[in-house]
């Protein structure tokens, strides 16, 4: 079955470090592969998708992700975290066949200043 | 240009009653989607939309929830009998029908008494 996995709920991070969230798939064919951010009160932003060719793909706000096959992972960094990036991020895929996008359950961002 | 717009964004109503949410998608947007937002939760699909064809209409949780599109304009979500459980952020989302990239609103916040 088609399913999206983000193991962290929760993650804290100061201000200026590193960031990696995580999220592994399932999906039998080639997935397309989304990374989604939820402001508070605000509905959600696409941050960057992979399709096809470079698996490491940039979106907006200095976010980037790697997509890795042998792992069924797509995990979304940021190398300097801002005050601003603390949200709900949801990674998703999509299921061609019905036209629709499996979500995770997301993982909340917490920035410590 | 305008982003899709939904109203009202807060909606209290009373247990029992009857409650209509409103999506306005961007225009030219043929696939308009509904998701159900619970507190903490990630976001569960409700209903498809894609031009004039047929809705799918495989995620409404119960006959109490309908949703109705004229063409490729406005949506209704139509709750009956609400129930406490109803209490959530109702999500649309429109596309211009690229794989999984949606545009979403801000969604209308549910609380059922």
């Known amino acids: 079955a088609q399913s999206v996995t983000q193991p962290d709920i929760h993650i804290t991070v100061s201000e200026g470090a590193s960031l990696e969230l995580r999220c592994n798939y399932s999906y039998g064919a080639t997935p397309y592969l989304f990374w989604y951010v939820q402001s508070p009160g605000q509905g959600l932003q696409l941050l960057l998708k992979?399709?096809?060719?470079d698996t490491l793909v940039q979106g907006i706000k200095g976010f980037e992700a790697e997509f890795k096959r042998s792992q069924s992972s797509f995990n979304l960094r940021k190398p300097s975290v801002h005050w601003s990036d603390a949200a709900e991020y949801f990674c998703?895929?999509?299921?061609?066949?019905?036209?629709?996008?499996?979500w995770g359950l997301g993982t909340s961002l917490a920035v410590n200043p | 240009g305008a982003g899709v717009s939904q109203s009202p964004s807060n909606k209290v109503t009373e247990k029992g009653k009857d409650v209509e949410l409103r999506c306005d998608p961007i225009?030219?947007?043929?696939?308009l989607y509904w998701y159900r937002q619970r507190l903490g939760q990630g976001l569960e699909f409700l209903i498809y939309?894609?031009?004039?064809?047929?809705?799918?209409k495989s995620g409404l949780p119960s006959d109490r929830f309908s949703a109705e599109r004229t063409g490729e304009s406005v949506s209704t979500l139509t709750i009956q009998r609400t129930q406490q459980e109803d209490s959530a952020v109702y999500l649309c989302?429109?596309?211009?029908?690229?794989?999984?990239?949606?545009?979403f609103g801000a969604g209308t916040r549910l609380s059922v008494l």
């Open positions: 939309f894609q031009g004039n064809s047929a809705p799918d």
């Open positions: 989302a429109s596309s211009s029908g690229l794989a999984g990239t949606l545009d």
């Open positions: 992979y399709f096809s060719g």
């Open positions: 225009s030219g947007h043929t696939a």
């Open positions: 998703a895929v999509y299921a061609g066949n019905n036209r629709k996008l499996i």
